[in-house]
């Protein structure tokens, strides 16, 4: 019988690279699943994402928020696997409500309706965000939380929910949680395709504070691969992390996209720091590998490819972008 997995907020980014993984065949054994994608098409999540999946899944235009909805699209489903999101730090800092209500509230609507259904296998889609800042070393599981940002606080109260079901209840629902993600089809207000979608129109790039923030950057297939990981080995009740492959300061990216489009540093403007902006986050995965996960996607390779995307596809990203005068990251 084949799988039936609802992806939340599979219109997004994330969600949707994992959608086209599973329904591309790069996941053995699952090459059969039945793929409900539910999405409530805020600004970052675009069915454009899903067009190479077209007619290979159902579509369901909706609110984790929605208990109603949820009780009845869940029951049939054996895997929830929940993406649905906001996560742009600057627009928490600007407006943290709808934060608050989806990234908390819409994730205990989803775990009660997971709980009512009898869903088999839940994965909450998490960040490194919860933990601030680290200035020396990584984070491993047991890490205490201490969110500095609305986003990563509303993150945390999710992931808080999720455990709370787990151990209460008994509901069989692992966390993963990853550093800055990069590829194709990522809305152009994150620092990557801002930057190179920026510069290939001739403009120039915003650079916060002295750019010595340092991220741990992912390639998204690397990502989902590991959060199908989860979904088949994980612990319930846990934490799993997903670390990067690329430490680097926000002015070692910069340089590298700088060179990647053939600009030079006249094109950046540095501007004032975010409030609360986290220095460094950086996570160790040894609990993930342990399950048989490995990244596969090296930083240079998965850059290069990532900016050649851009290049060539300037009908998805023109008709989303709009001017911005920070940088996100």
């Known amino acids: 019988m084949a799988q039936r997995v609802l992806v939340t907020g599979g219109a997004g980014f994330i969600g949707s690279n994992y959608v086209r993984s599973l329904l591309g065949g790069a996941y053995p054994g699952w090459e059969d699943a039945e793929v409900t994608v539910l999405d409530k098409l805020t600004y970052a999540g675009n069915p454009a994402n899903l067009a190479p999946v077209a007619g290979r899944h159902t579509f369901v235009h909706g609110d984790i928020c929605d208990a109603e909805l949820l009780a009845s699209l869940i ?10 999101a906001e996560s742009h730090v600057d627009r928490s800092i600007a407006r943290a409500d709808e934060f608050v209500r989806t990234n908390v509230q819409g994730v ?19 960040t490194d965000e919860v933990y601030g800042s680290v200035d020396e070393g990584s984070w491993d599981e047991s890490a205490p939380l ?8 509303a993150k945390a ?55 010595l923030h340092v991220r741990d950057w ?31 300061t926000n002015n070692d990216l910069t340089e590298r996209l700088l060179k990647a489009v053939g600009a030079d540093w006249g094109r950046v403007e540095r501007v004032a720091d ?29 850059l290069a490819a990532t900016v050649q995307w ?12 709009t001017p911005r005068t920070d940088a996100a990251a």
Not at 108 to 126: F, H, K, N, P, Y
Not at 240 to 246: F, P
């Open 218 to 248: 992912i390639h998204v297939d690397d990502h989902c691969r590991g959060i199908h990981t989860v979904v088949e080995h994980g612990r319930p009740g846990e934490v799993h992390h997903i670390a990067g492959t690329a430490e680097l």
């Open 157 to 211: 109260g999710g992931d808080l929910i999720a455990l709370s079901y787990a151990r209460t209840h008994g509901l069989p629902v692992s966390l993963t949680r990853c550093g800055n993600n990069y590829g194709p089809y990522q809305y152009p207000e994150k620092i990557i395709p801002f930057f190179v979608t920026s510069l290939l129109d001739g403009g120039s790039v915003p650079l916060y504070g002295d750019g």
């Open 146 to 153: 201490a969110p500095n940002s609305p986003y990563a606080a």
């Open 310 to 321: 851009y290049v060539d596809r300037r009908d998805w990203w023109e008709p989303l972008r």
């Open 274 to 302: 975010r409030p609360g902006h986290d220095r460094r986050y950086s996570l160790t995965d040894a609990k993930l590998r342990g399950l048989g996960y490995a990244p596969g996607v090296s930083f240079e390779d998965g």
């Open 75 to 84: 029951p049939g489903h054996r895997v929830v696997i929940n993406f649905a």
């Open 108 to 126: 205990q609507t989803l775990m009660q309706a997971c709980l009512d259904a009898g869903v088999e296998r839940i994965v909450q889609i998490s």
